[in-house]
């Protein structure tokens, strides 16, 4: 048999068995004198011994050694042969069908849409997929030639595809390759200059080697800065947030919220209920709740929560204001927002005060005055309770000013305010209308009950003293009373009758209490 050389290849021929009456057409990869391989289309089909017809019409004996899905090993010549490298040609076989499942494997991972880069013990790779070569615009000569994985970094850091600052690169990319030789399984978000990312997993393998998988997780993670970004964002803002979920445990709470509930960082991740968070003690409860009533605040405050959006102020034990809004969420939670009205409160109620009362002296202005005494016309019309008014005028006011000055007056006219306050009844109401004149609204008070407070107050003010220099001296006041009647039309009749009754006690001597009495029936003319 002639010697054939091992690097004649690609030769045609025909595969001849059956006798000669089948035939199958073959390329001849490799050829020398003891052995040969063939390639087909299929390798099915193919005998066990035939006779290989080469295109120089040479006609050799074979037997197959191994086979894969397209080629087929065979050994020349002889049977004895043969025999002699059996064991050689299993070998080869093993080995034949290792590498089309390596060959298969590799197509498999081209089809992958996960960057895939196999690594052997010395960090150099032995395979680089076609998703990581498009993802990296990694050329296909470079790939191909079992490049480090510090030449990849290298070519990252190159072509500028990390979204990291020029002057920390260097120190990136050496950071990066102590995780992949520490086998580092912790994923890493690589964030690339296109505005995507990348994470990145570092598997070690049995032989020393790494596997590491890219997958695109741009959407995820850009979802994932969104909910950091609004969570940062709550947990600077100054009103206390709590989100709870749709059995009423808390998904999140920003650090207002844990500040006023007491509760720690490590406690706030163990998603607490809203009911143990109302059942701590000294936090808040309904405004000016009686002691008897604060143990059942709680189960009430979770039966509001829990019905849907609604509104309510709390009160803290140190008198603090809380207004607590709260809306349904799609998923069925409840959102919390907590916002301390404390200065909105106290404003509120000082602009009360300045709308109400009279600033010499802190009883209610006339305006005010007049409208509680609306209300209390309005219940004497419907139930016929009595309700009676004292107006009071200073006696010789002018005088005082004349005399010692206007400080001096406004002391006196204070006084009298004093002496009015310390003489009514606890239900009994207040007013400077104006001036030297004050006004007093007793309500389901009779004529002659009014005429008992009347006097009282006469006789505080007469015994006040009041500081000019280095003297002191004293006022009087008169007072005119007048009761509701049904005859009456109104506010303006009753306070009218009162100020008359106040006009007689002052044509009387003043320093004196007049009760008004309507006039009696006009004389029929026939009488």
């Given amino acids: 048999m002639p010697r054939l050389v091992s690097e004649r290849t690609f030769l045609a021929g025909n595969i001849i068995f059956n006798y000669g009456q089948s035939t199958i057409n073959c390329i001849v990869r490799r050829l020398s004198e003891d052995g040969a391989t063939l390639e087909m289309q299929s390798s099915l089909g193919v005998p066990e011994r035939f006779q290989l017809q080469l295109a120089n019409q040479e006609i050799l004996t074979c037997r197959v050694l191994w086979r894969s899905d397209r080629q087929v090993g065979v050994a020349l010549g002889a049977e004895d042969l043969v025999e002699t490298k059996i064991d050689d040609a299993r070998g080869r076989s093993t080995d034949s069908l290792m590498r089309g499942q390596m060959l298969a494997l590799r197509a498999a991972l081209d089809f992958v849409p996960l960057g895939i880069v196999l690594l052997d013990a010395n960090l150099r790779a032995q395979l680089i997929n076609r998703a990581f070569r498009q993802m990296w615009l990694l050329p296909d000569e470079v790939a191909n030639s079992n490049p480090s994985f510090v030449t990849l970094m290298h070519h990252g850091r190159d072509t500028l595809a990390y979204e990291i600052p020029e002057a920390e690169l260097d120190a990136y990319v050496a950071e990066r390759v102590r995780q992949v030789k520490a086998g580092d399984a912790s994923p890493r978000d690589l964030r690339r200059t296109a505005g995507d990312v990348v994470r990145m997993h570092c598997t070690p393998l049995p032989d020393g080697g790494r596997m590491l998988t890219y997958t695109p997780v741009t959407d995820i993670v850009r979802t994932s800065d969104e909910l950091k970004l609004l969570r940062d964002a709550l947990e600077a803002v100054e009103d206390g947030v709590l989100l709870l979920?749709?059995?009423?445990?808390?998904?999140?709470?920003?650090?207002?919220?844990?500040?006023?509930?007491?509760?720690?960082?490590?406690?706030?991740?163990?998603?607490?209920?809203?009911?143990?968070?109302?059942?701590?003690?000294?936090?808040?409860?309904?405004?000016?709740?009686?002691?008897?009533?604060?143990?059942?605040?709680?189960?009430?405050?979770?039966?509001?929560?829990?019905?849907?959006?609604?509104?309510?102020?709390?009160?803290?034990?140190?008198?603090?204001?809380?207004?607590?809004?709260?809306?349904?969420?799609?998923?069925?939670?409840?959102?919390?927002?907590?916002?301390?009205?404390?200065?909105?409160?106290?404003?509120?109620?000082?602009?009360?005060?300045?709308?109400?009362?009279?600033?010499?002296?802190?009883?209610?202005?006339?305006?005010?005055?007049?409208?509680?005494?609306?209300?209390?016309?309005?219940?004497?019309?419907?139930?016929?309770r009595s309700v009676s008014v004292l107006m009071l005028d200073i006696d010789y006011f002018k005088s005082v000013n004349d005399r010692y000055?206007?400080?001096?007056?406004?002391?006196?006219?204070?006084?009298?305010?004093?002496?009015?306050?310390?003489?009514?009844?606890?239900?009994?109401?207040?007013?400077?209308?104006?001036?030297?004149?004050?006004?007093?609204?007793?309500?389901?008070?009779?004529?002659?009950?009014?005429?008992?407070?009347?006097?009282?107050i006469r006789k505080r003010v007469r015994s006040a003293q009041i500081a000019a220099g280095d003297t002191q001296f004293g006022v009087t006041v008169s007072i005119g009373i007048a009761e509701a009647t049904v005859s009456m039309s109104g506010i303006d009749a009753l306070v009218g009758a009162a100020d008359h009754a106040l006009y007689q006690a002052k044509a009387q001597g003043r320093n004196r209490c007049i009760a008004w009495a309507p006039l009696p029936p006009a004389s029929r003319a026939a009488e």
Avoid at 360 to 384: C, K, M
Avoid at 431 to 451: D, H, I, M, Q, Y
Wanted: aromatic share 6%; proline share 4%.
């Fill in 245 to 384: 979920d749709h059995d009423l445990n808390a998904s999140f709470m920003n650090r207002r919220m844990r500040r006023f509930w007491d509760v720690s960082e490590q406690e706030a991740t163990g998603h607490p209920s809203y009911a143990s968070l109302v059942s701590r003690a000294h936090r808040a409860s309904a405004p000016n709740l009686p002691s008897n009533e604060l143990a059942k605040f709680p189960t009430k405050r979770v039966a509001e929560v829990r019905a849907g959006d609604h509104v309510r102020d709390l009160q803290t034990p140190d008198g603090r204001r809380i207004r607590a809004h709260c809306s349904t969420m799609s998923n069925g939670g409840r959102m919390l927002t907590y916002v301390d009205i404390t200065d909105l409160t106290q404003k509120a109620a000082l602009l009360e005060t300045l709308a109400t009362t009279d600033p010499l002296t802190g009883l209610y202005n006339r305006r005010h005055f007049l409208d509680n005494l609306d209300a209390e016309w309005s219940r004497f019309q419907r139930y016929y």
């Fill in 405 to 456: 000055g206007h400080a001096v007056g406004d002391a006196a006219i204070k006084a009298v305010a004093a002496a009015c306050i310390d003489g009514k009844r606890k239900s009994d109401i207040v007013g400077r209308l104006g001036g030297e004149e004050f006004a007093v609204l007793l309500p389901e008070t009779s004529l002659s009950r009014a005429r008992t407070v009347a006097d009282r």
